[in-house]
């Protein structure tokens, strides 16, 4: 089938007709297949082909970044979702100019080898950019497997181990009564789960607090600022005070019936988690969340031999081996890899099935700066693989459901997917149209003295 032709004038979309299809192998002898061709597909089934592949970038309230490759077979598609909070158009541009002339005339059903193909292919692999337009390319590519097979993607990963997948939210506030009551108002949902988050007195706007009206409705959302970053202060001793006074308010106010989260997202030193760690051990959290920065593995260590909060890391992870060092050692108890930073289903089952090997359970990052496909993919996972610990979760707003329809859906502290087939996801490409891109960045930190500070 020809690929539909494109309004030529619509940014952000891309049209490939003519496009190279892939290289004829260089070999021609030597196996029973005459060359180094790629697999071949499902027997019994008409070929399938890749015909075009389209870049959607829209912003219904914040950025997101889409990828919608369509097959021989009409009216067969998949959609991914390839967001970069901060980086949009880096992706956008290497899906467009890079990816997407591999991906035309080529089989999708070889999800597998064409991860591989296009994670080693270019020699300068992997970091975030390129580990997001792959997640994009392959959660379309599951998308159009399972809708091929007539399944729901958990099906194709071996079916369900459980009903829904355990949520938690964000509860915020200014201090600690309004952490509190935040709380509160997300049991009352249904949440058995909160993580909690507390201004530093005497600094402005800690992560995780600016938006406080309403915190566990836009669980995750950190304020995608527009035109330039805005910054925010951070000094670790202010922070390190205040936040076991939050759990013990939390602990004495609550009681234990409600598990707690905290994510300290990567701002302390080596003995300045272990400290928070210890000190946080009387509250019971179910975890503490990315104590420190991704290059510093070896120091887990130290939080391990002072503490027994479990620990959760990953989100700013984009390689399997970025997760091995961590759960070989058993240094966390959870991985928490963003499906799509980390090259979606594909790499992310790996993970999974190496941190089950180690007793480590899952917890993707599920914020609000990620589309419903990864959501959806998010929750795939989690029903069928059997060490699943949490999964984050957001409530996306009306303009955002519309235009990606299909997110999992909360009930009664849990996360459910769709059953339709693929990844029960969908992009309105016209209402996405209608919402172009606006330049906007994450916010950066400073210390009190002027230097720069990890937000
Ligand atoms: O874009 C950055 C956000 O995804 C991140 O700050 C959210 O840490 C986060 C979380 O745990 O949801
Ligand atoms: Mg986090």
């Given amino acids: 089938m020809p690929p539909k032709a494109q309004p030529a004038n619509r940014r952000g979309f891309l049209k490939l007709a003519g496009a190279t299809a892939?290289?004829?192998?260089?070999?021609?002898?030597?196996?029973?297949?005459?060359?180094?061709?790629?697999?071949?597909?499902?027997?019994?089934?008409?070929?399938?082909?890749?015909?075009?592949?389209?870049?959607?970038?829209?912003?219904?309230?914040?950025?997101?970044?889409?990828?919608?490759?369509?097959?021989?077979?009409?009216?067969?598609?998949?959609?991914?979702?390839?967001?970069?909070?901060?980086?949009?158009?880096?992706?956008?541009?290497?899906?467009?100019?890079?990816l997407a002339p591999l991906l035309i005339g080529r089989d999708p059903e070889a999800i597998e080898d064409t991860w591989q193909d296009l994670y080693r292919g270019p020699y300068w692999r992997g970091g975030p950019v390129q580990m997001t337009a792959l997640a994009g390319v392959d959660l379309a590519l599951w998308d159009i497997k399972g809708k091929r097979a007539g399944m729901p993607i958990y099906q194709l990963l071996g079916g369900r181990t459980r009903r829904g997948?355990?949520?938690?939210?964000?509860?915020?506030?200014?201090?600690?009564?309004?952490?509190?009551?935040?709380?509160?108002?997300?049991?009352?949902?249904?949440?058995?789960?909160?993580?909690?988050?507390?201004?530093?007195?005497?600094?402005?706007?800690?992560?995780?607090?600016?938006?406080?009206?309403?915190?566990?409705?836009?669980?995750?959302?950190?304020?995608?600022?527009?035109?330039?970053?805005?910054?925010?202060?951070?000094?670790?001793?202010?922070?390190?005070?205040?936040?076991?006074k939050l759990f013990a308010h939390l602990r004495a106010t609550l009681g234990e019936d409600v598990e707690l989260l905290h994510d300290v997202h990567e701002k302390l030193g080596p003995v300045e988690a272990a400290r928070l760690a210890k000190e946080l051990e009387p509250y019971h959290l179910f975890f503490l969340e990315d104590p420190l920065r991704p290059e510093y593995k070896e120091s887990f260590r130290l939080i391990r031999q002072h503490s027994t909060t479990p620990i959760a890391m990953g989100e700013l992870f984009n390689t399997l081996w970025d997760c091995v060092?961590?759960?070989?050692?058993?240094?966390?108890?959870?991985?928490?890899?963003?499906?799509?930073?980390?090259?979606?289903?594909t790499n992310a089952r790996k993970v999974a099935a190496l941190a089950e090997a180690f007793q480590v359970k899952t917890a993707w990052h599920g914020p609000a700066d990620i589309?419903?496909?990864?959501?959806?993919?998010?929750?795939?996972?989690?029903?069928?693989?059997?060490?699943f610990g949490i999964q984050e979760m957001v409530f996306f707003p009306e303009v955002v459901r519309e235009v990606m329809p299909g997110a999992p859906e909360f009930q009664g502290g849990y996360m459910m997917v769709r059953d339709t087939p693929g990844l029960g996801t969908d992009l309105n490409e016209e209402l996405a149209g209608k919402y172009p891109y606006q330049r906007a960045y994450l916010p950066t930190a400073r210390r009190k003295d002027g230097s720069v500070q990890d937000w």
């Fill in 22 to 98: 892939l290289a004829k192998p260089a070999l021609s002898r030597g196996t029973p297949w005459g060359g180094a061709s790629p697999p071949i597909s499902t027997p019994g089934l008409p070929p399938l082909k890749i015909t075009e592949v389209r870049v959607i970038v829209t912003c219904p309230g914040r950025n997101y970044v889409l990828v919608k490759i369509l097959t021989s077979e009409p009216g067969l598609y998949g959609v991914g979702d390839a967001t970069l909070n901060g980086r949009e158009l880096a992706v956008a541009t290497t899906l467009e100019k890079h």
């Fill in 371 to 387: 589309a419903p496909p990864t959501h959806a993919a998010n929750v795939h996972i989690d029903i069928s693989i059997p060490n």
């Fill in 325 to 345: 060092p961590l759960i070989k050692e058993q240094l966390i108890d959870f991985i928490r890899c963003d499906l799509g930073h980390i090259g979606g289903i």
């Fill in 165 to 244: 997948a355990l949520a938690y939210t964000h509860a915020a506030g200014n201090d600690l009564t309004e952490v509190e009551d935040a709380v509160r108002r997300a049991m009352e949902r249904g949440f058995q789960c909160v993580r909690a988050q507390v201004a530093i007195p005497g600094l402005e706007g800690t992560y995780g607090t600016a938006e406080k009206k309403k915190s566990e409705e836009i669980a995750g959302r950190v304020p995608q600022q527009a035109d330039l970053p805005h910054t925010e202060l951070f000094e670790p001793g202010p922070y390190l005070r205040i936040v076991p």
